[in-house]
Protein backbone atom coordinates (compact mmCIF):
# COMPACT_ATOMS: atom_id res chain seq x y z
CA UNK A 1 0.00 0.00 0.00
CA UNK A 2 1.43 3.48 -0.81
CA UNK A 3 0.91 6.30 1.32
CA UNK A 4 1.38 10.09 1.21
CA UNK A 5 1.19 12.43 4.15
CA UNK A 6 1.36 15.86 4.23
CA UNK A 7 3.67 16.14 1.67
CA UNK A 8 4.94 19.48 -0.19
CA UNK A 9 8.16 19.89 -2.53
CA UNK A 10 9.05 23.49 -2.71
CA UNK A 11 11.83 24.51 -5.38
CA UNK A 12 13.71 27.93 -5.02
CA UNK A 13 14.49 30.04 -2.48
CA UNK A 14 14.26 28.58 1.31
CA UNK A 15 12.49 26.12 0.81
CA UNK A 16 11.48 24.54 3.97
CA UNK A 17 10.64 28.43 5.19
CA UNK A 18 8.09 28.21 2.04
CA UNK A 19 6.33 24.95 3.33
CA UNK A 20 6.27 27.26 6.86
CA UNK A 21 4.04 29.92 5.33
CA UNK A 22 1.98 27.46 3.25
CA UNK A 23 0.89 25.57 6.52
CA UNK A 24 0.40 28.51 8.53
CA UNK A 25 -2.39 29.98 5.53
CA UNK A 26 -0.31 31.62 2.95
CA UNK A 27 -1.29 31.50 -0.06
CA UNK A 28 0.69 29.60 -3.54
CA UNK A 29 0.84 33.21 -5.06
CA UNK A 30 2.03 34.67 -1.42
CA UNK A 31 5.50 32.48 -1.43
CA UNK A 32 6.41 32.33 -5.38
CA UNK A 33 6.06 36.47 -5.00
CA UNK A 34 9.21 35.63 -2.60
CA UNK A 35 10.95 33.84 -5.30
CA UNK A 36 9.81 29.93 -4.32
CA UNK A 37 8.19 27.64 -6.60
CA UNK A 38 5.74 25.70 -4.61
CA UNK A 39 5.22 22.36 -6.87
CA UNK A 40 3.47 20.17 -4.23
CA UNK A 41 1.25 21.64 -2.01
CA UNK A 42 -0.21 19.40 1.09
CA UNK A 43 -0.80 16.40 -0.68
CA UNK A 44 -2.48 13.22 1.00
CA UNK A 45 -3.68 10.29 0.06
CA UNK A 46 -3.92 6.12 0.13
CA UNK A 47 -3.55 3.96 -2.48
CA UNK A 48 -5.05 0.75 -2.24
CA UNK A 49 -3.82 -2.59 -3.46
CA UNK A 50 -4.75 -3.57 -6.89
CA UNK A 51 -6.52 -0.06 -7.90
CA UNK A 52 -5.54 2.11 -10.81
CA UNK A 53 -5.27 5.73 -9.04
CA UNK A 54 -5.33 8.68 -11.46
CA UNK A 55 -3.44 12.22 -10.80
CA UNK A 56 -5.26 14.62 -13.13
CA UNK A 57 -4.28 17.83 -13.65
CA UNK A 58 -3.00 20.88 -16.45
CA UNK A 59 0.63 20.77 -17.21
CA UNK A 60 2.75 22.30 -14.03
CA UNK A 61 -0.02 21.29 -11.61
CA UNK A 62 2.97 18.99 -9.84
CA UNK A 63 2.02 15.79 -11.12
CA UNK A 64 5.28 14.80 -11.95
CA UNK A 65 6.86 15.89 -9.15
CA UNK A 66 4.51 14.22 -6.84
CA UNK A 67 5.60 10.58 -8.87
CA UNK A 68 9.19 11.65 -8.30
CA UNK A 69 8.81 12.16 -4.65
CA UNK A 70 6.80 8.68 -4.52
CA UNK A 71 9.14 6.76 -6.22
CA UNK A 72 12.05 8.56 -3.88
CA UNK A 73 13.93 10.18 -6.75
CA UNK A 74 13.02 13.71 -4.98
CA UNK A 75 13.42 14.11 -1.56
CA UNK A 76 9.88 15.76 0.23
CA UNK A 77 10.23 19.17 1.33
CA UNK A 78 8.20 18.04 4.27
CA UNK A 79 5.91 15.31 4.63
CA UNK A 80 5.68 11.42 4.34
CA UNK A 81 6.04 8.89 1.81
CA UNK A 82 5.17 4.87 2.89
CA UNK A 83 5.53 1.77 1.06
CA UNK A 84 3.96 -0.82 2.36
CA UNK A 85 4.77 0.67 5.95
CA UNK A 86 8.11 1.29 5.13
CA UNK A 87 8.92 4.98 5.60
CA UNK A 88 10.84 6.42 2.47
CA UNK A 89 12.00 9.70 3.52
CA UNK A 90 13.56 7.72 5.83
CA UNK A 91 16.14 5.21 3.27
CA UNK A 92 19.76 6.08 2.54
CA UNK A 93 20.60 6.59 -1.57
CA UNK A 94 21.14 2.50 -1.73
CA UNK A 95 17.57 1.68 0.26
CA UNK A 96 15.93 3.83 -2.32
CA UNK A 97 17.35 2.60 -5.31
CA UNK A 98 16.79 -1.14 -3.75
CA UNK A 99 13.28 0.24 -3.44
CA UNK A 100 13.11 1.52 -6.83
CA UNK A 101 14.50 -1.26 -8.39
CA UNK A 102 12.69 -3.90 -6.71
CA UNK A 103 9.13 -2.72 -5.86
CA UNK A 104 8.20 -0.43 -8.38
CA UNK A 105 8.14 -0.24 -12.36
CA UNK A 106 7.69 3.36 -14.48
CA UNK A 107 6.38 3.46 -17.71
CA UNK A 108 6.70 7.78 -19.20
CA UNK A 109 5.76 9.68 -21.70
CA UNK A 110 9.07 9.03 -23.87
CA UNK A 111 9.80 5.42 -24.34
CA UNK A 112 12.82 5.46 -22.87
CA UNK A 113 14.12 2.62 -24.96
CA UNK A 114 17.38 1.95 -25.28
CA UNK A 115 18.37 2.02 -29.71
CA UNK A 116 20.91 -0.40 -29.85
CA UNK A 117 18.71 -3.19 -28.22
CA UNK A 118 16.40 -5.25 -29.05
CA UNK A 119 12.89 -5.47 -28.23
CA UNK A 120 13.72 -8.40 -26.02
CA UNK A 121 16.60 -6.89 -24.39
CA UNK A 122 14.63 -3.53 -23.52
CA UNK A 123 11.88 -5.77 -22.20
CA UNK A 124 14.35 -7.53 -20.24
CA UNK A 125 15.98 -4.10 -18.79
CA UNK A 126 14.69 -3.72 -15.25
CA UNK A 127 15.79 -7.54 -14.47
CA UNK A 128 19.02 -6.90 -15.87
CA UNK A 129 19.84 -3.70 -13.62
CA UNK A 130 18.54 -5.63 -10.72
CA UNK A 131 20.97 -8.81 -11.62
CA UNK A 132 19.16 -11.13 -12.60
CA UNK A 133 20.51 -13.47 -14.88
CA UNK A 134 20.04 -13.81 -18.57
CA UNK A 135 17.88 -16.82 -19.34
CA UNK A 136 15.57 -15.60 -16.51
CA UNK A 137 15.20 -12.33 -17.48
CA UNK A 138 14.86 -13.36 -21.33
CA UNK A 139 11.71 -15.92 -20.45
CA UNK A 140 10.24 -13.11 -18.55
CA UNK A 141 10.84 -10.09 -20.54
CA UNK A 142 9.33 -12.42 -23.11
CA UNK A 143 6.29 -13.45 -21.52
CA UNK A 144 5.39 -9.83 -20.79
CA UNK A 145 6.18 -9.26 -24.42
CA UNK A 146 3.54 -11.65 -25.07
CA UNK A 147 1.33 -10.13 -22.36
CA UNK A 148 0.89 -6.86 -24.48
CA UNK A 149 0.92 -8.57 -27.85
CA UNK A 150 4.51 -7.83 -29.08
CA UNK A 151 5.93 -11.75 -29.12
CA UNK A 152 6.82 -11.88 -32.07
CA UNK A 153 8.96 -8.57 -32.46
CA UNK A 154 11.12 -9.22 -29.59
CA UNK A 155 14.08 -9.15 -32.18
CA UNK A 156 13.09 -6.19 -33.92
CA UNK A 157 14.97 -2.98 -32.86
CA UNK A 158 13.38 0.24 -31.13
CA UNK A 159 13.27 1.71 -34.34
CA UNK A 160 10.97 -0.69 -36.45
CA UNK A 161 8.63 -0.16 -34.50
CA UNK A 162 5.95 2.47 -34.77
CA UNK A 163 5.69 4.75 -31.40
CA UNK A 164 2.54 2.80 -29.98
CA UNK A 165 4.72 -0.70 -30.27
CA UNK A 166 7.24 0.80 -28.43
CA UNK A 167 5.25 2.42 -25.81
CA UNK A 168 4.10 -1.25 -25.26
CA UNK A 169 7.40 -2.32 -24.91
CA UNK A 170 7.94 0.29 -22.36
CA UNK A 171 5.00 -1.64 -20.71
CA UNK A 172 6.71 -4.76 -20.84
CA UNK A 173 9.60 -3.55 -19.11
CA UNK A 174 7.46 -2.35 -16.26
CA UNK A 175 5.73 -6.26 -16.52
CA UNK A 176 8.77 -7.81 -16.68
CA UNK A 177 9.93 -6.70 -13.46
CA UNK A 178 6.85 -8.20 -11.84
CA UNK A 179 6.22 -5.35 -9.57
CA UNK A 180 3.13 -4.77 -7.55
CA UNK A 181 3.39 -1.14 -8.23
CA UNK A 182 3.64 0.49 -11.54
CA UNK A 183 3.88 4.49 -11.84
CA UNK A 184 3.25 6.05 -14.91
CA UNK A 185 3.38 9.52 -16.17
CA UNK A 186 1.52 10.28 -19.40
CA UNK A 187 2.31 7.21 -20.26
CA UNK A 188 0.10 7.69 -23.22
CA UNK A 189 -0.12 11.38 -23.89
CA UNK A 190 2.71 11.21 -26.66
CA UNK A 191 0.29 8.47 -28.62
CA UNK A 192 -2.31 9.70 -31.41
CA UNK A 193 -5.89 9.48 -30.29
CA UNK A 194 -6.76 5.62 -31.63
CA UNK A 195 -3.74 3.81 -30.44
CA UNK A 196 -3.92 5.61 -27.51
CA UNK A 197 -7.40 4.32 -26.88
CA UNK A 198 -6.28 0.93 -27.72
CA UNK A 199 -3.22 1.35 -24.83
CA UNK A 200 -5.91 2.10 -22.23
CA UNK A 201 -8.12 -1.19 -22.90
CA UNK A 202 -4.89 -2.95 -22.78
CA UNK A 203 -3.97 -1.21 -19.56
CA UNK A 204 -7.34 -1.93 -18.14
CA UNK A 205 -7.34 -5.85 -19.31
CA UNK A 206 -4.15 -6.20 -17.87
CA UNK A 207 -5.18 -4.79 -14.82
CA UNK A 208 -7.81 -6.91 -14.43
CA UNK A 209 -5.83 -10.42 -15.01
CA UNK A 210 -2.59 -9.19 -13.09
CA UNK A 211 -3.91 -6.84 -10.37
CA UNK A 212 -1.09 -4.04 -10.09
CA UNK A 213 -1.31 -1.23 -8.39
CA UNK A 214 -1.40 1.73 -10.32
CA UNK A 215 -0.75 5.19 -9.89
CA UNK A 216 -1.30 6.41 -13.20
CA UNK A 217 -0.30 10.46 -14.08
CA UNK A 218 -2.20 12.12 -17.12
CA UNK A 219 -3.33 15.85 -17.91
CA UNK A 220 -6.07 14.20 -20.11
CA UNK A 221 -9.48 14.11 -18.09
CA UNK A 222 -11.23 12.01 -20.51
CA UNK A 223 -8.13 9.30 -20.05
CA UNK A 224 -8.37 9.65 -16.01
CA UNK A 225 -12.03 8.80 -16.11
CA UNK A 226 -11.75 6.21 -18.11
CA UNK A 227 -8.95 4.53 -16.28
CA UNK A 228 -8.93 5.62 -12.72
CA UNK A 229 -10.60 3.43 -9.90
CA UNK A 230 -10.52 6.84 -7.87
CA UNK A 231 -9.08 10.52 -9.68
CA UNK A 232 -7.23 12.49 -7.35
CA UNK A 233 -7.26 16.32 -9.13
CA UNK A 234 -4.41 18.68 -8.88
CA UNK A 235 -4.30 22.35 -9.24
CA UNK A 236 -1.11 24.77 -8.36
CA UNK A 237 0.16 21.79 -6.28
CA UNK A 238 -2.80 20.61 -4.10
CA UNK A 239 -5.41 18.09 -4.64
CA UNK A 240 -8.54 19.65 -5.05
CA UNK A 241 -10.69 16.70 -5.06
CA UNK A 242 -9.98 12.66 -4.82
CA UNK A 243 -12.94 10.63 -5.67
CA UNK A 244 -14.46 8.12 -8.13
CA UNK A 245 -14.68 9.67 -11.40
CA UNK A 246 -18.51 9.33 -11.31
CA UNK A 247 -18.48 11.19 -8.25
CA UNK A 248 -16.25 14.10 -9.57
CA UNK A 249 -18.43 14.17 -12.89
CA UNK A 250 -22.02 14.29 -10.76
CA UNK A 251 -20.43 16.20 -7.48
CA UNK A 252 -17.33 18.18 -8.48
CA UNK A 253 -15.67 19.89 -5.46
CA UNK A 254 -15.80 23.45 -6.96
CA UNK A 255 -16.03 25.42 -10.37
CA UNK A 256 -12.67 24.63 -11.40
CA UNK A 257 -13.32 20.64 -11.21
CA UNK A 258 -16.89 21.81 -12.79
CA UNK A 259 -15.07 23.78 -15.42
CA UNK A 260 -12.98 21.07 -16.51
CA UNK A 261 -15.54 18.72 -16.91
CA UNK A 262 -17.53 20.41 -19.78
CA UNK A 263 -14.77 18.41 -21.83
CA UNK A 264 -15.59 15.15 -20.51
CA UNK A 265 -17.54 12.20 -22.36
CA UNK A 266 -20.20 12.26 -19.51
CA UNK A 267 -22.08 9.18 -21.70
CA UNK A 268 -18.85 6.88 -20.73
CA UNK A 269 -18.84 7.77 -16.94
CA UNK A 270 -21.82 7.99 -15.74
CA UNK A 271 -23.61 4.50 -15.07
CA UNK A 272 -26.77 3.32 -15.43
CA UNK A 273 -27.53 2.20 -11.97
CA UNK A 274 -26.91 5.96 -10.65
CA UNK A 275 -29.77 7.29 -12.96
CA UNK A 276 -32.36 4.01 -12.32
CA UNK A 277 -35.64 4.90 -10.85
CA UNK A 278 -37.76 2.34 -9.19
CA UNK A 279 -40.63 1.05 -11.71
CA UNK A 280 -43.63 -1.32 -11.17
CA UNK A 281 -43.01 -4.43 -12.22
CA UNK A 282 -46.30 -6.56 -12.97
CA UNK A 283 -46.66 -10.24 -14.37
CA UNK A 284 -47.01 -10.91 -18.50
CA UNK A 285 -50.37 -12.33 -17.48
CA UNK A 286 -51.58 -8.72 -16.29
CA UNK A 287 -55.24 -7.87 -17.86
CA UNK A 288 -55.56 -4.32 -18.89
CA UNK A 289 -57.81 -3.37 -15.66
CA UNK A 290 -54.92 -4.29 -13.59
CA UNK A 291 -52.14 -2.66 -15.49
CA UNK A 292 -54.46 0.49 -16.03
CA UNK A 293 -54.88 0.61 -11.97
CA UNK A 294 -50.96 0.13 -11.77
CA UNK A 295 -50.27 2.93 -14.46
CA UNK A 296 -52.38 5.11 -12.44
CA UNK A 297 -51.61 4.02 -9.09
CA UNK A 298 -48.11 5.03 -9.89
CA UNK A 299 -48.53 7.87 -12.29
CA UNK A 300 -45.75 6.37 -14.79
CA UNK A 301 -46.15 6.17 -18.31
CA UNK A 302 -44.33 2.35 -17.95
CA UNK A 303 -44.14 -0.39 -16.54
CA UNK A 304 -41.90 -3.65 -16.52
CA UNK A 305 -43.35 -7.29 -16.87
CA UNK A 306 -41.71 -9.99 -15.26
CA UNK A 307 -43.10 -12.93 -13.41
CA UNK A 308 -41.83 -12.35 -9.11
CA UNK A 309 -38.08 -12.97 -9.28
CA UNK A 310 -37.98 -13.58 -12.57
CA UNK A 311 -36.32 -11.89 -15.89
CA UNK A 312 -37.58 -8.86 -17.46
CA UNK A 313 -40.28 -9.65 -20.09
CA UNK A 314 -40.85 -6.50 -21.82
CA UNK A 315 -41.59 -3.16 -20.98
CA UNK A 316 -45.39 -1.58 -21.39
CA UNK A 317 -46.26 1.71 -22.30
CA UNK A 318 -49.56 3.39 -20.96
CA UNK A 319 -50.12 3.85 -24.75
CA UNK A 320 -50.01 0.23 -25.73
CA UNK A 321 -51.94 -1.16 -22.68
CA UNK A 322 -55.46 -1.82 -24.65
CA UNK A 323 -56.97 -4.90 -24.01
CA UNK A 324 -55.36 -8.53 -23.81
CA UNK A 325 -52.51 -9.49 -21.67
CA UNK A 326 -49.63 -6.88 -20.78
CA UNK A 327 -47.49 -9.73 -21.99
CA UNK A 328 -49.09 -9.67 -25.75
CA UNK A 329 -48.77 -5.67 -25.86
CA UNK A 330 -45.12 -5.52 -24.56
CA UNK A 331 -42.55 -5.09 -26.75
CA UNK A 332 -39.33 -6.93 -25.37
CA UNK A 333 -37.23 -4.83 -23.42
CA UNK A 334 -33.53 -3.31 -23.61
CA UNK A 335 -31.83 -4.43 -20.48
CA UNK A 336 -28.64 -3.64 -19.14
CA UNK A 337 -26.34 -3.54 -16.10
CA UNK A 338 -25.96 -1.45 -13.38
CA UNK A 339 -22.76 -0.46 -14.28
CA UNK A 340 -23.35 -0.09 -18.05
CA UNK A 341 -21.83 3.49 -18.83
CA UNK A 342 -24.86 5.51 -20.00
CA UNK A 343 -23.18 5.36 -23.84
CA UNK A 344 -24.68 1.87 -24.01
CA UNK A 345 -28.27 2.47 -23.29
CA UNK A 346 -28.64 5.27 -26.06
CA UNK A 347 -28.81 2.92 -29.04
CA UNK A 348 -31.86 0.87 -27.61
CA UNK A 349 -33.25 3.74 -26.46
CA UNK A 350 -33.26 5.34 -29.76
CA UNK A 351 -34.28 1.98 -31.00
CA UNK A 352 -37.16 0.82 -29.00
CA UNK A 353 -38.39 4.66 -27.77
CA UNK A 354 -38.82 3.07 -23.90
CA UNK A 355 -36.90 3.43 -20.84
CA UNK A 356 -33.78 0.85 -20.81
CA UNK A 357 -34.70 -1.74 -17.65
CA UNK A 358 -31.88 -2.08 -15.16
CA UNK A 359 -31.38 -5.52 -14.16
CA UNK A 360 -29.21 -7.81 -12.14
CA UNK A 361 -27.10 -10.53 -12.59
CA UNK A 362 -30.33 -12.84 -13.22
CA UNK A 363 -31.85 -10.20 -15.73
CA UNK A 364 -34.30 -9.60 -12.76
CA UNK A 365 -35.66 -5.58 -12.91
CA UNK A 366 -34.02 -3.80 -10.23
CA UNK A 367 -35.30 0.15 -12.16
CA UNK A 368 -35.57 1.95 -15.10
CA UNK A 369 -33.69 4.81 -16.71
CA UNK A 370 -36.88 7.01 -18.68
CA UNK A 371 -35.10 8.23 -22.22
CA UNK A 372 -35.69 11.94 -20.61
CA UNK A 373 -33.55 11.26 -17.76
CA UNK A 374 -30.54 9.37 -20.03
CA UNK A 375 -30.80 12.69 -22.08
CA UNK A 376 -30.74 15.10 -18.90
CA UNK A 377 -27.88 13.23 -17.61
CA UNK A 378 -25.88 13.92 -21.00
CA UNK A 379 -26.32 17.41 -20.74
CA UNK A 380 -22.95 19.22 -20.31
CA UNK A 381 -24.22 21.32 -17.78
CA UNK A 382 -25.56 18.65 -15.24
CA UNK A 383 -23.74 18.51 -11.77
CA UNK A 384 -22.14 21.79 -12.27
CA UNK A 385 -21.96 23.98 -10.05
CA UNK A 386 -22.88 27.81 -10.99
CA UNK A 387 -23.95 25.73 -14.10
CA UNK A 388 -26.96 28.31 -14.38
CA UNK A 389 -25.33 31.23 -13.85
CA UNK A 390 -23.60 31.35 -17.06
CA UNK A 391 -19.66 31.09 -16.29
CA UNK A 392 -19.10 29.95 -13.19
CA UNK A 393 -17.23 32.48 -10.94
CA UNK A 394 -13.04 32.28 -11.16
CA UNK A 395 -13.53 29.48 -13.70
CA UNK A 396 -10.18 28.66 -15.00
CA UNK A 397 -10.67 29.60 -18.90
CA UNK A 398 -7.51 31.49 -19.34
CA UNK A 399 -5.51 28.97 -17.69
CA UNK A 400 -6.84 25.89 -19.15
CA UNK A 401 -6.66 27.38 -22.65
CA UNK A 402 -2.92 28.08 -21.30
CA UNK A 403 -2.25 24.57 -20.25
CA UNK A 404 -4.62 22.42 -21.77
CA UNK A 405 -2.50 21.82 -24.25
CA UNK A 406 -0.50 19.41 -21.75
CA UNK A 407 2.57 18.38 -20.84
CA UNK A 408 5.55 18.78 -23.38
CA UNK A 409 8.61 20.23 -21.24
CA UNK A 410 11.02 17.51 -22.15
CA UNK A 411 11.66 14.73 -19.29
CA UNK A 412 13.39 12.31 -21.22
CA UNK A 413 16.56 12.27 -19.58
CA UNK A 414 14.98 12.19 -15.68
CA UNK A 415 13.30 9.48 -17.73
CA UNK A 416 15.93 7.22 -18.39
CA UNK A 417 17.61 7.64 -15.26
CA UNK A 418 14.28 6.72 -13.48
CA UNK A 419 13.69 3.69 -16.06
CA UNK A 420 16.99 2.63 -15.05
CA UNK A 421 15.91 2.63 -11.12
CA UNK A 422 19.22 4.96 -10.14
N1 LIG B 1 13.61 20.87 -10.81
C1 LIG B 1 12.77 21.91 -10.74
N2 LIG B 1 13.20 23.14 -10.37
C2 LIG B 1 12.36 24.19 -10.28
N3 LIG B 1 11.04 24.12 -10.54
C3 LIG B 1 10.54 22.95 -10.91
C4 LIG B 1 11.37 21.77 -11.04
N4 LIG B 1 10.58 20.73 -11.42
C5 LIG B 1 9.33 21.23 -11.53
N5 LIG B 1 9.29 22.55 -11.23
C6 LIG B 1 8.12 23.41 -11.21
O1 LIG B 1 7.15 22.79 -10.40
C7 LIG B 1 5.86 22.94 -10.95
C8 LIG B 1 5.24 21.58 -11.17
O2 LIG B 1 5.92 20.91 -12.21
P1 LIG B 1 5.61 19.42 -12.64
O3 LIG B 1 5.59 18.58 -11.43
O4 LIG B 1 6.55 19.04 -13.72
O5 LIG B 1 4.12 19.54 -13.20
P2 LIG B 1 3.30 18.59 -14.16
O6 LIG B 1 3.97 17.26 -14.19
O7 LIG B 1 1.94 18.57 -13.55
O8 LIG B 1 3.29 19.24 -15.49
C9 LIG B 1 6.01 23.75 -12.19
O9 LIG B 1 5.79 25.09 -11.86
C10 LIG B 1 7.45 23.52 -12.58
O10 LIG B 1 7.96 24.59 -13.31
MG1 LIG C 1 4.65 16.11 -15.85
Known sequence: MLHARGLYKVFGRRPEDAVRRLQEGATVADV?????????????????????????????????????????????TAGSVTLDGEELTELDRAGLRRVRQERMSMVFQHFALLPHRSVLQNAAYALEVRGV??????????????????????DASPAQLSGGMQQRVGLARALAADTDLLLMDEAFSALDPLIRRGMQDQLLDLQRDLGKT???????????MRLGDRVAVMRDGR????????????????DYVAQFLADVDRSRVVTA?????????????????????ELARTGADHLVLAEPGGPVHGVLAAAD?????????????ACVPADAPLADLLGPAAATGHPVVVVDEARRPVGVVPVTALLAALSPAAGEPGAHDGVPAGAPDAELADRRAGDDHDDRH???????GV
Open 414 to 420: DDDREVA
Open 214 to 224: IVFITHDLNEA
Open 273 to 293: GSLAEPVAVLPPSAGPGETGA
Open 133 to 154: DRRTRSDRAREALSLVGLADRA
Open 239 to 254: IVQCDTPEQILTAPAD
Open 321 to 333: AGSGSAGQAAPPA
Open 32 to 76: RDDGATPAVVDVGFTVRPGEIFVVMGLSGSGKSTLLRMLNGLLPP
